[in-house]
C-alpha cells in the first residue's frame, strides 16, 4: 500500500499478556518512529529506528517495552506483561531522514 | 526544558478569527521544520512545512525565526473546521520532535 500500514487496528488483552504490535512503513522510508497517546493526551515518543543505525530507545518507559525492526522495513512493538497504564494507542510513523513523517492509523490497545 | 514547546490551549475563537500559535525549539542546528494537525482520535497528518522564508497556503501562515528559535501558525478566518490539535515538530539530527501539541477550538 502506500501508506503506513499498523496491525491490529484494535487490540484488547488481559492484564499480564505480551501482546505484538506491528508497523509497515512506507516503502523507501528508511527512518521510523513509535508513538504512545494517551486519551486526550500529547504524543509520547518511544524509539526510533534509522537505517543501520542503534535505535535510539530512549522513550521505551520500562524495560517491559521492546522493538525491532527486520530488514529496515517491517516493526514490531512488544509489550510484555501488560498493565492497564499500557491501553492507549500506539502510532507509527515513516519519514526519509529528516523530512515530512508519515503516520499510521494507530493501534489502540486495551488491557483489562 | 523539552525539545520543542507548545502552549497547550485550548484556544477558543469564534468563527471568523485570526488565531496564531507559537513554538520554541532547543536544538539551533534544526533543519526542518513542519506543522501537523490532528482531528480527534486521528492520526497526525502533514499541514505544511515551514520554510526559513515564511510560507502561505491559503488561510494559513507559516514563520520560522532562526534567531529566536521559534515557528509561528497563523490561521485566518477561522472555520468550524479547524478544530484540532496543532503539532509542531522541528528536526533533531536526522530525527523528527514533535511538540505535545496546541488545542483549538472554533465556535460558532
Known amino acids: 500500500g502506500a501508506g503506513v500500514s499498523q496491525s491490529p487496528s484494535n487490540k484488547v488483552t488481559e492484564k499480564g499478556k505480551d501482546v505484538e504490535l506491528r508497523c509497515d512503513p512506507i516503502s523507501g522510508h528508511t527512518a521510523l518512529y513509535w508513538y504512545r497517546q494517551s486519551l486526550g493526551q500529547g504524543l509520547e515518543f518511544l524509539i526510533y529506528f534509522q537505517g543501520n543505525s542503534a535505535p535510539d530507545k530512549s522513550g521505551l518507559p520500562s524495560d517491559r517495552f521492546s522493538a525491532e525492526r527486520t530488514g529496515g522495513s517491517v516493526s514490531t512493538l512488544t509489550i510484555q506483561r501488560t498493565q492497564q497504564e499500557d491501553s492507549a494507542v500506539y502510532l507509527c510513523a515513516s519519514s526519509s531522514p529528516g523530512l515530512m513523517a508519515f503516520f499510521g492509523q494507530g493501534t489502540r490497545l486495551t488491557v483489562v | 526544558r523539552k525539545e520543542v514547546e507548545q502552549d497547550p490551549g485550548p484556544f477558543n475563537v469564534p468563527e471568523g478569527a485570526t488565531v496564531a500559535f507559537n513554538c520554541t525549539y532547543s536544538?539551533?542546528?534544526?533543519?526542518?521544520f513542519f506543522w501537523y494537525r490532528q482531528d480527534c482520535r486521528k492520526e497526525p497528518k502533514l499541514l505544511m512545512s515551514v520554510y526559513s522564508s515564511g510560507n502561505e497556503d491559503g488561510r494559513f501562515t507559516a514563520q520560522l525565526n532562526r534567531a529566536s528559535q521559534y515557528i509561528s501558525l497563523l490561521i485566518r478566518d477561522s472555520k468550524l473546521s479547524d478544530s484540532a490539535t496543532y503539532l509542531c515538530?522541528?528536526?533533531?539530527?536526522?530525527?523528527?520532535?514533535f511538540g505535545a501539541g496546541t488545542i483549538l477550538r472554533v465556535k460558532s
Open positions: 515538530v522541528t528536526s533533531y539530527g536526522n530525527k523528527l520532535v
Open positions: 536544538n539551533s542546528a534544526s533543519q526542518s
